[in-house]
């Protein structure tokens, strides 16, 4: 067994069927973001995965909530490959994965060009040519210290088939964000058998349908005006109409999920479509809440029914 193939079978062994993305922890105090990773970790949330925009740095997130776990698996989804070089991108990750073994998986994305280019002031490359290159830049970084932990894990964010292809070539699998299952199953045709598949899926847990219907609107308002999102969703069977400002009804119903009942089938179609762990994105007030009643009930719900066990 090759060192990327027994990685991925570690990791699949320790992800389980349900996990947590959460894009609410630049919205707490530090003190506080230990307390909601030790909280999922209680609650048997098979791992934490969290984004990187405008708030903290990457790795510096992933700290916080490894330092104050035990077991969680803890994954960026994703880290900007415009946020560090590839010397400093493997030195914080050899770090990250000796201080924890094997809990931390390294996701990493191309983001966005209004991020990349604006806020950050680089220039935004064609993301395939440029994730290849970031890529083979990794496996020749060497760091020089005395414990650097393992290269791998690492995960792509991928929406489209060639996106999917580097996951399976360079990397240990592919991070999918606001898809179907349908994209799941042909995801999973793409990266094969010996590659992880872990897939976000946006869910509100209220019994109100227009505080439902607004938390989503907020939800998908900035992905409706990046080209990437919208160029996934074509693929997906989705036209322009579906593609104003927060989304039409149709696109607000595919992507969002609203009750248990209706997150249970959804998390179960992407598993049986072939994902390894569907890591569901629990809709707060604003994209900054962190709504731990929400998680709380979504993973304890999850963990009584065997939500994806056989």
Known sequence: MSDAAGTVTELRARLGPVGIWSGGLD?????EVGDLA????????????????????????AALCLDATSELVVGSSIASIYARDALAARGAQATTSARH????????????????ERLRGHEYGKPLAAMRTYLEALDQVSPVVVDAGPARPRMLAALGPKMLELSAELADGALPYLTLPEHTAQAREIVGPDRLLVVEHGAVLLDDPDEARRRT??????YTGLPNYRASWTRQGFSEDDYVRGGSDRLKDAMVTVGLEATRDRIVEHLEAGADQVCVQVLGVHPLDADLGQITTLLETSRQEGWGRS
């Open 27 to 31: 919205g707490l105090p530090v003190a």
């Open 38 to 61: 030790r909280e999922v970790e209680r609650l048997g949330g098979g791992a934490l995965w969290y984004g990187e925009a405008y708030g903290r740095e990457s790795f510096a997130q």
């Open 101 to 116: 073994p094997g809990r931390f998986v390294f996701g990493l994305g191309v983001s966005h060009a209004p991020l990349v």
């Open 217 to 222: 609107h907020t939800h998908l308002e900035v």
